[in-house]
């Protein structure tokens, strides 16, 4: 799919004009005042949608380019969630590990002041 993008050099319909399939990877999911990967595939899908139709009367118009371009936009799209999705699990493990971190330490803590002086004083002496 992305083979014949670059071979027959697609462009989409952007706010700012048309751009390229490497262009699209560096696209927000969204926002950035219009320009972004949301809008180049509800401008696409209203392209599919306006195509001609089949009749009996007309030649069929093929609408593969348009659905090559939507099903192109709408992978990286997924890649961009995955991605993202990745990362805020990544935090919140990070969060939670500091969290669990902080804990084990209280307790560590709370065991070390549970010691009487005799064996506090034994474990100084051991660290010498």
Sequence with gaps: MYKKALQEGYVYPSTRGNITTQDLFTMH?????????????????EMLEKAPKKSLLSQSVDTTYIQNRIDIVK??????????????????????????????????????????????????????
């Excluded at 699990?89 to 002086?117: C, M, P, V």
């Design 29 to 45: 999911l969204d926002g950035n005042s219009g320009f972004n990967l949301n809008s180049v595939y509800v401008t696409l899908e």
């Design 75 to 128: 992978d990286i799209a997924a890649d961009k969630i995955a991605e993202k999705n990745s990362k805020l699990k990544a935090k919140e493990n990070k969060a939670k590990r500091e969290h669990i971190l902080q804990i084990l330490a209280s307790k560590q803590d709370d065991a070390l002041k549970s010691k009487t002086e005799e064996e506090l004083l034994k474990e100084l002496e051991a660290l010498d």
